[in-house]
């Protein structure tokens, strides 16, 4: 071969490779009937960002459809506080139940929800909760993505409760991890 053909042969191979990426990134992401699995790092504050804590959630969901997930997550999250009376460590963990709606069908999707769950254990007092989520999965290969999700939980221990507990008694939840869909 000489060298033209070569130099020919090479510039139609890299021609090719945007048309090959293009290609790969409209089969990214979950169908229907898939399910997802992550695996996040999480934090948490109170309402005025002083006091907060670390921990570990995982999720476990299923599409309804394309761009529509729901869901069980767990979160298991440890605390170290201290005031100007108190140092203590603490347990505590969540378990709920989400819905979260995906807007694109791109490698980003970023996805609004809510959830509606219990929180408990040693650093909290045990009660329901619901929430509001926004976030966004960014597929880095065909079923596996980066996840990051900011969550507004509200606590409340009775549905009369749960109208005040917006307002006053919320905390954040932030949560940046890995997923897959199988």
């Known amino acids: 071969m000489n060298r033209v053909n070569t130099a020919a042969i090479t510039l139609c191979l890299l021609g090719a490779l945007p048309i090959a990426a293009f290609a790969q990134s409209s089969d990214v992401g979950p169908h229907h009937g898939d399910r997802e699995f992550s695996i996040s790092g999480t934090g948490s504050s109170d309402q005025e960002f002083n006091s907060g804590t670390f921990g570990v959630t995982g999720d476990l ?32 963990g969540s378990t709920r139940g989400y819905l979260n709606y995906h807007f694109l069908a791109d ?9 509606l769950g ?18 966004v999965k960014y597929y880095v290969r065909t079923k596996t993505y980066f996840l990051a999700r900011v969550e507004y939980q509200f606590l409340f221990d009775s549905t009369s409760e749960a109208d005040d507990a917006f307002q006053d008694d919320g905390a954040w939840a932030y949560t940046v991890g890995l997923g897959y869909n199988f």
């Open 118 to 135: 219990g929180i408990y254990g040693d650093g909290v007092k045990d009660s329901g909760f619901a929430g509001l989520e926004t976030g």
């Open 61 to 92: 969901g299923w599409h309804m459809q394309d761009n529509v997930v729901a869901g069980i997550r767990q979160s298991i999250n440890y605390a170290s506080i201290e005031g100007e009376h108190l140092k203590d460590d603490f347990w505590n």
């Open 107 to 115: 490698r980003a999707r970023p996805f609004i929800g809510a959830s």
